[in-house]
């Protein structure tokens, strides 16, 4: 949680500054934001959630980080959905492509709810 709120207030920093300067922070967030994907599928889900809050008003932030949103085997129903609401959100003509290969994947899955 104090990551989050510590990205939650340099967004909010991010107002103030210049574009230089927002890209150069921008680019500093990408990777908490990713490392935070990688714990139990409860705090996961929360911050899948913010992370569609974020990407709302940068969605080039995580853009180059897709496959970190990727659907695996044993992730719950729920992050599944998240991970594939954002993966339509950063959706670029530069990372169509393996957006594509992943959900080809996912139609040929044994989980039938999926």
């Known amino acids: 949680s104090i990551v989050l709120s510590s990205i939650r207030v340099l967004i909010k920093f991010l107002e103030f500054v210049t574009d230089e300067q927002k890209m150069t922070y921008l680019k500093k967030l990408a990777p908490p934001v990713v490392t935070l ?26 853009a180059k980080d897709v496959k970190a949103f990727f659907c695996k085997y044993n992730d719950p129903q729920y992050v599944k959905i998240e991970k594939l609401t954002i993966l339509l959100k950063l959706l670029t003509e530069a990372n169509s492509q393996s957006i594509l290969m992943e959900l080809k994947e996912y139609c040929n899955e044994i989980d039938v709810d999926f």
């Open 37 to 62: 994907l990688n714990t139990y599928p409860e705090l996961q889900y929360v911050v899948l959630r913010n992370i569609m809050v974020i990407i709302q008003k940068y969605p080039s932030l995580l």
